[in-house]
Nanobody, 117 residues
Framework: QVQLVESGGGLVQPGGSLRLSCAAS????????TGWYRQAPGKQRELVAL???????NYADSVKGRFTISKDSGRNTVSLQMSSLKSADTGVYYC???????????WGQGTQVTVSS
């Protein structure tokens, strides 16, 4: 069973920065894609950023130019660097990984990000 453990959430002021990390229990090469999703109160979970096995990245329009997703194959981690944070970025951020073998999705437990003055 794949386990994903997020860290790095917290409270930050508007305009600030935060870095989220997701540690996988197995090699990230076993995933066709890994990414970050978020869910704000009363809203559906939405894709924030995705990084494919070949390194191709995709971002939600709302975070382009502010967020950067990256992966460290040696440490089996996927990170999300968030800058110029806005109150609209507030929510629970979830790490996601899609298995290469059967396309099964795995989720972390989530980490809270609150952007507020």
């Amino acid at each position: 069973q794949v386990q994903l453990v997020e860290s790095g959430g917290g409270l930050v002021q508007p305009g600030g920065s935060l870095r989220l990390s997701c540690a996988a229990s197995e090699s990230i090469f076993s995933f066709s894609a890994t990414g970050w999703y978020r869910q704000a109160p009363g809203k559906q979970r939405e894709l924030v950023a995705l990084i494919q096995r070949d390194g191709t990245t995709n971002y939600a329009d709302s975070v382009k130019g502010r967020f950067t997703i990256s992966k460290d194959s040696g440490r089996n981690t996927v990170s999300l660097q968030m800058s110029s944070l806005k109150s609209a970025d507030t929510g629970v951020y979830y790490c996601n990984a899609r298995a290469w073998s059967d396309s099964r999705n795995y989720w972390g437990q989530g980490t809270q990000v609150t952007v507020s003055s």
